[in-house]
């Protein structure tokens, strides 16, 4: 057999398809031009690709992918690199005006001079702006660490169970009762429910929105509620929500100070600047002017277990972050809007103490109810994996009543 029929046997054989480029006499003689045609004339390149047949080893790429693909970047790197790009190009703005305005009744070389001192208080703006990012994100982290776990009953410390796991929305109303109720929530609930069937209930998320039209802005918001109905839960699982990037993302900061901490510093001396060092020690690079221009929030959880003294007629005035006093002096000014007066305000206490805090004051005022009874089941589900287990707790609840 000659070579030539034995070549051709093993092509007749073969069925892997090649990536070799298969081309036509045609082509050989005129090779075919695969530039790039004007916009509305892609006839000549859909007619070869009908004609062609063979597999192709070329890349079949989509064109999401050939103009830069898919952005794998997370929110918070995205907005740190339009801030960052947003200065790049103030900069670069600032410099070309800087070049072409030239006072030509000053010296070329204080003209540079000055130039150059403008430059570098921009490569400073831009710098501290990175740093101030990562300190945020970095106070996030550590929100996030004190926040995602809860303990319930005589749970030790360290060994709580994940909020988001068996946090249920709690009832949490506009207005305050008529009556204080001392006694627990479950049995104010099925009393105050029956009362207020119209109540228009508000999530924790939601306290500082505006409802209606009429209504003005909400910076002061006190929360009532009788002891263990939920109060802190429902302030750990706001800050919670705020620290991994879920709501409230217009706020800059998310600062809760619980009043039983407070009252360790009861006699010393702070200003409101070295008052979040102390509390919140990743705030440390933190300047006083950031403080004035950012959106706060301060939490002040347990206003019932505060040992100080609330002075609202007769203390002194404070406008400065930087200034020295009491923390109760530096507490009365931050509520009457005197320190920080963009800044907002949320407390919480029981009923009993929440006099404490004069009417005027308050922008609005809440009140956590605790569960309804389709709430109470919810949390229990959540709360036991068994089943039978929690079943038999809501039957329990429920012929007890």
Known sequence: MSECVMEEEERAESVVPSCVSMKRDRSKENPENFGIRP?????????????????????????????????????????????NNKL?????????????????????????RRTELQTADLNNSVSQGGELQEVIEGHKMSLKRRCEHVTEGTHEAGSGTLLNKIYTELYITEGQS?????????????????????????KCQEIFKVLSEQQRHIRVVLTNGVAGVGKTFSVQKFSLDWAEGLENQDISLVLPLSCRELNLIRDEQHSLLSLLHVFHPTLQKIRAEDLTVWKLLFIFDGLDESRFSL?????????????????????????????????????????????????????????????????????????????????????HIKASR
């Open 39 to 83: 916009q509305g004339s892609p006839l000549k390149m859909d007619e070869d690709r009908a004609e062609s047949t063979a597999p192709s080893c070329v890349s079949m790429k989509s064109d999401q992918s050939k103009h830069g693909g898919l952005d794998f970047r997370s929110s918070e790197e995205i907005k740190v690199q339009k801030y």
């Open 88 to 112: 790049q190009k103030f900069r670069q703005n600032y410099q070309k005006q800087s070049a072409s305005i030239g006072d030509s009744s000053c010296p070329k070389g204080e003209n540079k």
């Open 178 to 202: 008529e009556e204080v109720d001392t006694q627990h929530e479950v049995r104010q609930l099925e009393r105050t429910s029956k009362k207020n069937i119209q109540d228009t209930p508000i």
């Open 311 to 395: 002075g609202f007629n007769k203390h002194q005035v404070i406008s400065d972050v930087t200034q020295v006093s009491s923390v109760e002096v530096l507490l009365v000014n931050l509520i009457q809007g005197n320190l920080l007066p963009s800044a907002l305000i949320w407390i919480t206490s029981r009923p009993a103490a929440a006099h404490q805090i004069p009417p005027s004051c308050v922008d609005r005022i809440t009140e956590v109810r605790g569960f309804t009874d389709s709430q109470k089941e919810e949390y229990f589900r959540r709360r036991f994996s068994d089943e039978d287990l929690s079943k038999r707790i809501i039957s």
